[in-house]
């Protein structure tokens, strides 16, 4: 299953996530936050989520699509823009999730029967800052059951009536208790 929202933070806005088959067996998922708010931000992230898109082709790892990109994104970026992306290509028949951040935050990853935990690696620099930036991937193998979260800073940055954020625990403890929901409850 999967399920997925946004609201932004103004009437269009720079995050985005997107989902998709590479071909048959390799789902791609993606997540980005764009630097800045309004129309700029909402142009950026539009040209990076079809970039993303147009590159990932079988074979393909999310470093080399990331890399891709960013030099594209990089070339006359004369606004200074940057966006947060996470993206992870997940192969359906192994379960096999091979995954590159260019400074997004790390995912929660639900095992059955195991606390929720961040899925951290090295984040890599954001895209469009250096169009010779590095990338490199990394894998971790999921199991029926297993869950994962993509997110923005939107979460858990957002501040309560006594002006305190939502917080990565109180994340990991939201996501520890609605275990048994569908994913669309779960992100409600």
Not at 18 to 43: C, R, T
Not at 56 to 67: R, T
Not at 75 to 96: A, K, P, Q, S, Y
Not at 113 to 139: C, D, H, N, Q
Request: proline content about 4%.
């Amino acid at each position: 299953s999967i399920a997925g929202s946004m609201e932004a933070a103004k009437y269009v806005g720079g995050g985005f996530y997107d989902f998709y088959m590479v071909d048959e067996d390799h789902l791609a998922v993606v997540i980005g936050d764009v630097s800045g708010k309004g129309v700029p931000a909402a142009l950026f992230m539009a040209v990076t989520k079809n970039l993303i898109e147009s590159q990932s082709h079988p074979g393909k790892d999310p470093a080399e699509i990331i890399s891709l990109v960013n030099a594209s994104l990089s070339r006359n970026n004369d606004e200074n823009m940057f966006v947060t992306v996470w993206l992870g290509i997940l192969d359906l028949v192994t379960g096999r999730m091979t995954y590159c951040s260019a400074g997004h935050n790390p995912p929660v990853v639900v095992r059955r029967g195991s606390r929720p935990e961040l899925l951290k690696s090295k984040a890599f620099l954001v895209m469009g800052a250096k169009e010779t930036a590095k990338y490199g991937s990394f894998e971790v193998d999921l199991e029926p059951g297993d869950r994962i979260l993509l997110y923005t800073d939107g979460i858990t940055e957002a501040n309560d009536d006594y002006n305190g954020f939502y917080g990565t625990d109180r994340l990991m403890d939201v996501m520890a208790g609605n275990g048994d929901m569908t994913p669309e409850r779960q992100i409600e």
